[in-house]
């Protein structure tokens, strides 16, 4: 049965992720005001006009989705975490990096605005 809510998502996150699931729930609001969330193949994304960032809970990490360009500007800020083409991955024995992920947040932001980049190009 899919999730119908992110409240849903959190509670079926593992453990060691919801903590830290609920503080970026918190946060991303801040930075990307006029953001709706929604689900999006069962994470939480955050949308307007396009996605703009998505998250997920796991085990060891949490996961953070954006687009390679996204990464590519944050590269510097991001080397001492595991990235993959359009993903960082903040395990839980660090602190979230809330000043990169707010930048990444707003970067995304203003490619949706001023480029119209969409998700995963």
Known sequence: MALQSVDEYIKKAPVE?????IE?????PEYLPKA???????KIAYVEEMILVV?????NHI??????????AYKQDLQ??????????FPHDKALPFDVIKKMCEYRWSEVKQKGVKWKT
């Open 17 to 21: 992720s919801r903590e830290r699931l």
């Open 24 to 28: 970026l729930r918190e946060r991303v």
């Open 36 to 42: 709706r969330e929604e689900l999006k193949w069962g």
């Open 55 to 59: 998250f997920a809970g796991f085990k």
């Open 63 to 72: 996961g953070f989705y954006v687009t390679p360009t996204t990464l590519e």
């Open 80 to 89: 001492n975490f595991v990235c993959g083409r359009g993903s960082v991955q």
